[in-house]
């Protein structure tokens, strides 16, 4: 696997991580000891991979800072963004229950800090400790409702609705208006993640800035009317703004 | 909740229904005969709800026979059919997991025999006893999985790709060419359940059809060359035919 990573140890801090995400909160303090013993804090590269589809799950990870793109390829070479994950997001965690095999692959697409944990350690954590089977399956089902809204979005939003769904989710829907976004990573990313071509990305792009009174500068947003916004996006929902369970 | 349901007990075959899903196979013999105890037998016609999306999860359904719809409801008013389900599937199960709520609603799309379980059973059995949450871990990790292949199908398959993929989990990868099919259920609701508008997928049924050997006449399918239209679908997946855990 080509990793440019350093690891280094301190304990103190990677209990407090570990602490902060709900799978390791749920475990007894000694279960999660052993965790924090055996995790190793990583600077990723840009570019750097940290797994690939069909590679055997050794290591799971839990981003501390940067994105990560999830990732498919097809038998033709194309690629799929399925995800972008980012802080506190634990990523090929779930490969524990299908077979030990990542069914996606995992890229760091800016500089990123992770934490790598291994898997055998996590597998043997669930069968062995009731409490952590419970925390794992919550950490399931957040990935599937994340899933399950993506279906819906790809299936009933056109391309402007998906891009604007898209910001509004960097909103915050108790902040002075107009609001002021930046994007979290390059509109070609963007795009990827919302698996549209650049070209179809830019002509909904133009669609929604006529269609509402957003404005968008480089990598600067201004949402001056959130209601309208979140008008325009959400008709074609089964969630309205601010929806829960976003970045689950 | 408007349902045209016979409920009916017998609970030696309710026992065998239970043994044959995963879900219940894990279980001890004392704790499945406890939920084949409180299991009813449903016989639904077309058209009954098994629940709405925002319902509270009273219930969880183990689907005998027929199909059943799984949709969301926008805003406006559209309906997305996120998934079609049908013998030996867990309709419902998760919502334990989400704040006992159904994300999603369900609508049988034809007869249907289904057993009904109580959530409330199924919670409590997750919360005392370590093999049914590691069962239901298995089931949940299915869930994704399916969810992952759908999303990756969205983004990067056109339509005529997804009509051809659909028609493929049809296929018996060792049987005798031509291979004869019967569409599962109304091209409409094919249509819906990919995602496609019904112009959309007459158009692109067509072009399939002019792309490869098979053939349609009402619900008969032939697919008199199955290498043709594996290479035709999955040259824009990252997975090959006959693709593991379709149905899981």
């Not at 194309?78 to 996606?104: K, P, Q, R, T």
């Not at 509004?168 to 829907?173: A, Y």
């Amino acid at each position: 696997m080509a990793q440019t990573a350093t690891a280094y140890r301190d304990e103190a801090p990677i209990a407090a991580l570990l602490e902060g995400q709900p799978l390791f909160r749920g475990m007894s303090p000694e279960l999660r000891a052993t965790f924090a013993q055996a995790a190793q804090l990583q600077s990723l590269n840009k570019g750097s991979v940290l797994f690939l589809q069909d590679d055997e799950a050794e290591w799971f990870y839990l981003i501390i800072s940067g994105w990560v793109k999830l990732f498919t390829e097809t038998m033709d070479g194309d690629e799929a963004v399925i995800d972008m994950v980012s802080n506190g997001h634990l990523i090929g965690d779930s490969a524990i229950l299908e077979d030990s095999i990542h069914s996606f692959g995992a890229a760091a697409v800016e500089p990123v800090k992770a934490l790598r944990l291994p898997s055998s350690l996590l597998k043997q954590a669930i069968t062995d400790d009731h409490k952590t089977a419970l925390a794992m399956l919550g950490a399931l089902s957040r990935h599937r409702k994340r899933q399950s809204r993506e279906i819906e979005s790809l299936t009933l939003q056109n391309a402007s609705q998906r891009i604007g769904c898209f910001l509004l989710r960097l909103c915050d829907p108790n902040g002075q208006m107009p609001l002021e976004l930046t994007l979290p990573y390059d509109k070609s990313l963007i795009a990827a993640r919302l698996g549209m071509k650049s070209e179809t990305f830019s002509r909904a792009l133009n669609k929604l800035r006529k269609e509402t009174t957003l404005s968008i500068k480089g990598s600067m947003v201004t949402v001056s009317d959130l209601d309208e916004l979140s008008v325009y996006v959400c008709s074609a929902c089964s969630n309205e703004f601010p929806c829960k369970d976003l970045h689950g």
